[in-house]
């Protein structure tokens, strides 16, 4: 999720189409997909409330060690952060010795013919479509919506938003059922009012929002007062 959006973001500030094999395109997804481990990881460990479904899986490897996350972890298990922490530092380093080792054998594999390349991702996505329920639903599903990308593609829709809205409606509408339950009766505006903190990540989210939604719409209008100027 946080690659589509960087993507996005970044088309507009730069003014480009990445598409094109702007350099920038890979910059921009690969820092904010860095970038999302440590925001998944700190309401996961101070909260215990998972960020993303690899810290979910995080979560679950803990509880079966009888490690239990939380506001008072690091008084329960001193140390634990700090070994977290390390982990972190160590992984970053041994990413950028590999990011070295491997550039020229993946530009090798980039660089094969298509009639080669896509037949083995199609093979890999029907395998792991497959291997999450052993269940060919899954990879009719998976077939089903790779067409649809297809003909989105070929209209000239995007593609990005629809996966953010499949990956994220379910997680909206759990979050706010889990929301709504802790409000217990209260209102939405009397709780943000007496959270500065939540009040900000609000009007930031919206600001972002209109950012994405005015600047299209501005142009628009600006277009269609020049297509009229020149009639």
């Known amino acids: 999720m946080a690659t589509f959006v960087s993507y996005g973001v970044g088309e507009q500030v730069t003014k480009r189409k990445f598409s ?3 350099l920038e395109g890979v910059v921009c997804s690969e820092v904010s997909n860095n970038a999302n481990i440590g925001g998944a990881l700190l309401p996961s460990l101070v909260l215990g409330i998972p960020g993303s479904a690899p810290t979910a899986a ?3 490897a803990l509880s079966l060690h009888g490690i239990v996350v939380g ?4 008084h329960e298990q001193p140390g634990f952060l700090g070994f977290i922490y390390g982990c972190l530092i160590v992984a970053n380093f041994g990413m950028y010795i590999f990011a070295f080792a491997l550039i020229k054998p993946s530009v090798k594999v980039f660089s094969l013919p298509r009639e080669v390349l896509l ?4 093979l890999f ?4 479509a497959f291997a999450e ?3 060919m639903f899954d990879v009719y599903l998976m077939l089903g919506f790779g067409v649809l990308g ?3 593609r070929r209209t000239g829709f995007p593609v990005g938003p629809m996966v953010l809205g499949v990956i994220l409606a379910n ?3 759990n979050n706010l059922r889990r929301g709504a339950l802790l409000l217990h009766g209260e209102s939405v505006l009397d709780v943000l009012m007496g959270r500065p903190i939540a009040m900000i990540l609000v009007v930031v989210v919206v600001a972002t929002f209109v950012q994405g939604i005015w600047p299209r719409k501005f142009t628009g209008l600006k277009d269609l007062g020049a297509n009229t100027d020149s009639e």
């Open 71 to 74: 506001p008072m972890i690091a």
């Open 58 to 60: 995080f979560l679950a």
């Open 119 to 122: 037949p083995i991702v199609v």
């Open 20 to 22: 094109d094999g702007d």
């Open 133 to 135: 329920k052993m269940a």
């Open 171 to 173: 997680m909206f509408d």
């Open 150 to 152: 297809f003909i989105m």
């Open 125 to 128: 996505c029907v395998v792991g």
